[in-house]
């Protein structure tokens, strides 16, 4: 194993517990860690945007491997969203700011127009033609019976979204049932992503644990890189603990 | 001697009539004959309805050797020529047992699988065994043409039009003054309660609009809130955080609470750098996030829009810093997070309740009572839907199927 796979695994674990750092309180590691993230993230985004977005999708449909100035070969109607990117930057006047506002108008109705029919095909139209099956008794008692409460279910949740209605008596008594109803699907949902992210927390120990049998394995050098690591961590937490009693007795004191 | 010699010969004779019958043996079975599977029957083709003309939709009957006969189809082969001669081009494999098979390309001609409009196509399937094929015969030509109208979705465009009669008639009636009731939802009578706390502490409001684009309803349902919390934050001297993860959005937001600086009478107090880009990564912008929750404390935390895997990391962390919480988004699976780690939640659609609700504008509070009587017919549909598809009367239950 080569040392400089080794070296990016040790920055990895030391990141993964610099991150980890923040389950105690917020501290300088963390904010390094953080602040790495961030910045990488945010500098990557600006690549990915760049290549995935402005080059295929303007310049090379505007210039199809033709010089600058030449437009006419390519699509040219690109320009007219080109045009609208470039007045965002009109932010930065004060006195033109207001220029920047066209492209947030025409981004905002073209989304909202489009999200319309979507939200109405996907989330009423299908959901309801899904919902009103019969009960299916001849596959077993369980699945007819399953059938029904789920009709029932839906039919109780509407009520629990109604707002023009006091939810009092009767109404109030159904849309009761729809929360409880809404409360047992999000626990169900609740544990199925808490088994989620218990793997994703496996997964980096096991990263943990892999880089030091990869110290150890190594010899020499690594394994001095592991025991140097670990007497870090150890004299962290003894100075924490220190900070920790002393805060403590100038409390007392106090 | 000569009995040795009569041995060896009838041991070679032997041998020799041995080696014969397996090299007979061998030519009869280089000769076996390979007998095909019956061919698919009865193929047709025909433009693919209600579609923007990229592509042609198959059927055809099964061969007799898949699913019975000798039941040795392994797959069916479906093939695509310009001329009926051919050259046939492989388009797709399909598993046995399909009967129907639809050939989808792209409009954009310099793509691999472009799929011109109005252009003569020949088909035939192709039977596949493990040792041989049978072709159906060709059909064609047959040629996609685009439709300007989707009938097959039809029971949406209903939807729509229904819900706009609704809302316009409820609106005009709210711009009438008419007095239209909305229940109260505790988060939302929190929220004034929590700019007023933060303000009693001197610290700061937090309003995450979460990791939505500016298309989405969640968003620009946070959008209308932000405009309240912003103009009561104006008005009460507070100081507001709002980090976006989608620079839009950010530019949306700057929009929205210089708008509400300048209506509360306090644009000199508006600062732009107070709503700011973190990044477009969902768990930087997370760890940026959780950072100004510790550091800068706020009294108040609102999240607000389109939620994904980050909402537990930052409600966990909103709680531990002491903060009061609301939260609300349509995001079903995140919902559960929001109500174990935060004060108050908005479930659903409570999010858009909470946006006409604050807001109490005629268009949001007449369009959110057209949202009720959209539920009450989407109830009363369960409802007759549920016994007829008991009944077995299925005519009403296909109104609401939504084709492609």
């Known amino acids: ?16 517990l610099f991150t980890f750092s923040f389950l105690y309180r917020d501290n300088p590691f963390y904010k390094f860690s953080e602040s790495l993230f961030v910045g990488i993230s945010a500098g990557y985004f600006v690549i990915i945007l760049w290549y995935t977005g402005l080059v295929p999708t303007l310049f090379d449909r505007i210039w199809v491997g033709q010089p ?33 506002r066209y492209p947030i108008a025409f981004y905002l109705g073209i989304a909202t127009g489009a999200a319309i029919p979507l939200e109405m095909q996907n989330r009423v139209n299908r959901q309801l033609a899904d919902t009103l099956v019969a009960p299916n008794f001849s596959a077993g008692w369980v699945a007819g019976i399953s059938d029904v409460i789920i009709i029932l279910g839906v039919v109780c949740g509407l009520f629990y979204f109604f707002f023009s209605v006091a939810h009092k008596g009767t109404f109030g008594g159904v849309a009761k049932a729809g ?55 150890l004299l962290l937490i003894m100075m924490e603990i220190m900070r920790h009693m002393r805060n403590k007795a100038t409390e007392e004191a106090a | 001697m000569k009995i040795k010699i009569i041995a060896l010969m009838a041991m070679l004779l ?84 399909k009967t129907e098979a639809e050939d989808k390309g792209v409009k954009e001609p310099d793509d691999p699988n472009y799929f011109p409009r109005e ?22 030509p047959v040629r996609g043409i685009g439709q300007w109208y989707n009938a097959g979705k039809n029971p949406v465009a209903v939807a729509v039009v229904l819900f706009t009669v609704f809302t316009i008639y409820f609106i005009f009636k709210a711009k009438k003054g008419a007095e ?24 700061p409001i937090l309003y995450v609009l979460g990791l939505g684009t500016a298309a989405d309803i969640a968003t620009i349902a946070s959008f209308t809130i932000l405009s309240r919390v912003a103009q009561k934050v104006a008005e009460y ?128 509070l007449g369009t959110l009572k057209a949202q009720d009587y959209a539920k009450a017919l989407v109830i009363i549909c369960c409802i007759i839907g549920f016994i007829a598809a008991s009944f077995g009367w299925t005519w009403f239950v296909e109104q609401f199927h939504v084709g492609n």
């Open chain 1, 1 to 16: 194993m080569s040392w400089e796979t080794f070296l990016w695994t040790t920055a990895s674990v030391a990141l993964t």
């Open chain 2, 180 to 203: 239209l009731y909305i229940r109260p939802l505790a988060g939302i009578d929190a929220v004034d309660e929590a700019i007023g706390r933060a303000t009693e502490m001197g610290k």
């Open chain 1, 68 to 100: 600058w100035w030449q437009i006419w070969g390519g699509k040219w109607w690109y320009l007219i969203p080109g045009i609208l990117g470039l007045m965002m930057w009109f932010r930065f006047s004060k006195k033109k700011s207001w220029i920047s």
């Open chain 2, 119 to 140: 252009h003569d196509f020949y088909y035939k399937v192709v039977a596949v065994t493990a040792d041989a094929e049978a072709e159906s015969e060709v059909v064609g």
């Open chain 2, 14 to 97: 032997l041998l020799a009539s041995v080696g014969w019958g397996q090299e007979e043996a061998a030519i009869d079975s280089t000769v076996q004959e390979v007998i095909p599977p019956g061919p698919p029957l009865n193929l047709k083709a025909f433009d693919k309805p209600y579609d923007n003309g990229h592509a042609i939709d198959l059927t055809w009957d099964l061969s007799v050797d898949d699913g019975a006969g000798r039941n040795n189809i392994i797959e069916y082969r479906l093939m695509r020529a310009d001329s009926p001669e051919g050259p046939f081009v492989e388009r797709k494999k399909l598993e046995m047992g």
């Open chain 2, 237 to 364: 001297q507070t100081s507001l955080i709002v980090p976006c993860y989608d620079p839009i959005v950010m530019t949306i937001a700057q929009e929205t609470v210089k708008a509400s600086y300048y209506s509360a009478g306090r644009p000199d107090a508006y600062n732009q750098d107070s709503v700011f880009f973190v990044t477009n990564q969902q768990f930087a912008y997370v760890g940026g996030v959780n950072g100004i929750m510790l550091r800068d404390r706020p009294a108040t935390n609102f999240y607000l829009g389109k939620f994904y895997a980050e909402s537990l990391i930052m409600a966990e962390t909103g709680a531990v810093a002491g903060s009061i919480q609301i939260a609300g988004t349509d995001e079903v699976t995140q919902i559960p997070f929001f109500v174990v780690a935060c004060d108050y939640t908005l479930i659903g659609e409570e999010l858009y309740a909470a946006s006409a609700y604050l807001g109490r504008e005629p268009v949001l």
């Open chain 1, 179 to 233: 929360i409880y109803i809404l409360m047992i699907g999000f626990g169900a949902s609740f544990g199925y992503t808490v088994m989620g992210r218990i793997s994703l927390f496996i997964e980096r120990v096991q990263s943990i644990r892999d880089w030091v049998e990869m110290g150890f394995e190594g010899g020499g050098g690594m394994t001095a890189v592991v025991w140097i690591s670990v007497l870090i961590v």
